[in-house]
């Protein structure tokens, strides 16, 4: 007999080699009809497979991440499934589940694909769903897996095998298919009862761009009809608040292929709405006690051969710029920690100057794989609100609470208030991927968990998400439609401040070295400007909004009441602008409302003797007639809020 472990902490028994759905079964019918995998001793497995020792056992279903991460892992094998039935000959890449469904990369060899193809992929594969085909596991060696996929001709599976340890191997096979594959899955695929493939999109083979180009087909399923209908509805929503459309529309900002992928152009709104965040978070972190700093756009290269990145980005860089000077080679920065900490080392500090805070609005360049550019989400170039803190190993703790503080007052300025606190820490499988000891890994991990759980934070732990140089508290922050996205981010560095040679005198008169935390709450201003537009769906707080009031005159005969009533308000420090276009009013109302511009102002001869305005808020809300100084006072009441 063995001993199983339930999430309430209930121990029950049951015979050695008993399956987690077993487990479901004793439970009652109604849960193993829902189990679709389990989390066995922390690795998630299928729920067909044998338990033989002690465990502790977490039955997942649909409600759970990992859950879902199963369900659409076999999804992926179904569609291959389906392609293989559909297209004979074919060879698959890699076909994993992402955070929204899954996808698999499929050489067509000299065929065209389009997704014109998708429905009768989509029937094939509910075709296949409803056989209740069961996923089985079959251990493998090395040997038999080469052979396997050599007589089939597939160069990608044989170039995955070449890569994986003799004994580790498995394959899994529903019905007429068989893929490498570690899993797990589902028990069969018929839980698969709604299907939707969404795209199709280049792919290299292992991101390599000098190999071949596999077709990736990206799609969605669910156990319920209902879901993906509801599905459909989100991905409609989605669309209409695109930032790249909306940015468009709204003319916040451009790409251009002259200037280069990945490098935005702001243009003049964009520059406001930008201005106004760099502006708001400036004020809160002089109340802070943070100092500006500017440093430049390049560095030499033993600058960063220093702290470590080169030698960690190096090849994911743009390439160096070298000099007339022989051999002297600068980057672009792609970090802008290196050139704080050259600051920092600008003057003797004893342990009375600590801490010290220094922030910059620095723009940084890092070279992204063509193919992972997405509108300001994904860039080249892009400006962090980063800072860096040097501090006394004693006030690590409060100097992290304090950011903590920061971050959450800017994401309650701009309505994100549903977020998860993410402790990242090192991989423990890949401690090569790191700099610095254990014991400072250790220190810096313990002062992130622990200034968490003062502060209240809702917190969840992944490992090897961590940077090189430390562990990080990041925020994932959802949005108005549910999606989760890693905004703010605070890190403890013990490494830099050691490879920098950072020093403070102490109270004892020896030389110690600082701590670093590295912190921005925005993360950078491009993804979080991009989170904003979608969040809000261009409807910014009044505070933000580039253009905050249109004065619309009814025609050419008000045109001087409507200067003077721009003036007054632009004089007052209040943005906006005027609608001379020789249009109907109504025109001008439908346009002001497609711009998203939060008030409206209508004058016309009754506006014009009366000496008041008509005023009109986005959405169609006529909030009647208002003295200039009435509405001034509504907009400075609404902005101070």
């Keep these: ?124 594969m509910l075709e296949l769903a409803k056989r209740k085909e069961v996923f089985e596991r079959k251990p493998v060696s090395k040997a038999d897996a080469l052979a396997y996929f050599a007589e089939k001709g597939d160069e990608y599976k044989l170039d995955l095998i ?30 698969i009862k709604a299907i939707k493939l969404t795209n199709v999109a280049g792919a290299y083979w292992r991101g390599d761009e000098s190999r071949k180009q596999l077709t990736r087909i990206y799609g969605v399923t669910f156990p319920k009809a209902s879901e993906l209908s509801d599905y459909l509805k989100f991905i409609e929503e989605a669309k209409k608040r695109d930032h790249r459309k909306l940015g468009k529309e709204l003319e916040l900002f451009a790409f251009s292929e002259k200037v280069g992928a990945g490098l935005p152009l702001w243009l003049p709104k964009g520059a406001t709405l930008r201005q106004k965040l760099q502006d708001f978070l400036q004020r809160a972190q002089i109340k802070a006690g943070y100092e500006p700093v500017v440093t430049p756009h390049i560095g ?130 890949n401690r090569s991927k790191y700099i610095g000891t254990d014991e400072n890994w250790a220190l810096a991990e313990a002062a992130i968990i622990e200034a968490a759980a003062e502060k209240g934070l809702p917190t969840v732990v992944e490992y090897g998400e961590a940077a090189f140089y430390g562990p990080k508290l990041d925020f994932m922050v959802k949005d108005a439609l549910g999606r989760k996205w890693q905004l703010g981010t605070i890190q403890v560095d013990y490494n830099l401040p050691e490879r920098f040679e950072l020093e403070y005198t102490g109270s004892d008169n020896q030389k110690h070295r600082p701590v670093m935390i590295h912190r921005a709450p925005f993360g950078s201003l491009e993804r979080f400007v991009a989170v904003l537009i979608e969040h809000c769906a261009g409807q910014f707080p009044l505070w933000l909004a580039p253009e905050q009031f249109i004065v619309l005159p009814v025609s050419e005969k008000y045109e001087e009441s409507a200067k003077t009533l721009l003036e007054s308000l632009n004089n007052s420090d209040i943005r906006g602008l005027i609608d001379l276009r020789d249009e109907k009013v109504g025109r001008k109302i439908r346009d002001a409302e497609v711009k998203k511009i939060p008030y409206m102002l209508i004058i016309g001869e009754k506006e014009t003797e009366s000496g008041t305005v008509s005023v009109r808020k986005h959405g169609s809300v006529d909030l009647g007639s208002m003295s200039p100084q009435a509405f001034k006072e509504l907009l400075i009441k609404e902005i101070t809020v």
């Design 1 to 124: 007999m063995i001993n199983i472990t339930l999430p309430d902490g209930s121990v029950r028994q049951y015979e050695n080699g008993t399956t987690a759905m077993e487990v479901a079964l004793s439970i009652s019918e109604g849960l193993a009809r829902n189990v679709l995998a389990a989390e066995v001793n922390g690795e998630v497995w299928d729920a067909s497979r044998a338990i033989e020792s002690d465990s502790t056992v977490k039955l997942l279903t649909w409600n759970d991440p990992q859950g879902k991460s199963t369900f659409w892992h076999s999804s992926a094998h179904l569609l291959a499934e389906a392609l293989e039935a559909l297209y004979p000959g074919i060879k698959f890449g890699i076909g994993p589940a992402i955070e929204t469904g899954f996808y698999y990369d499929v050489d067509f060899g000299d065929r065209d694909f389009s997704s014109e193809e998708f429905k009768q992929i989509e029937d094939k």
């Design 300 to 429: 030499h290269k033993q600058l960063y051969v220093t702290s470590g990145h080169y030698e960690k980005y190096g090849a994911d860089a743009f390439q160096p710029i070298h000099t007339p000077v022989e051999g002297e080679e600068f980057f672009l920065k792609p970090m802008n920690c290196p050139h704080h900490c050259e600051i920092y080392k600008t003057k003797p500090r004893s342990y009375k100057d600590l801490p010290v805070r220094f922030a910059e609005f620095g723009t940084v360049y890092r070279y992204e794989q063509s193919g992972e550019l997405h509108g300001l989400t994904r860039v080249r170039g892009f400006t962090q609100d980063d800072a860096h803190l040097f501090c006394r190993p004693d006030q690590v703790k409060d100097e992290f609470k304090k950011v903590i503080d920061l971050v959450l007052y800017v994401f309650g300025a701009l309505g994100f208030d549903d977020f998860t606190a993410q402790v990242s820490l090192r991989d423990p499988e």
């Design 162 to 191: 070449k890569d994986l340890e003799d004994g580790k191997i498995t394959f899994y096979t529903q019905g007429n298919f068989t893929d490498l594959c570690r899993g797990p899955h589902i028990p069969n695929t018929g839980f």
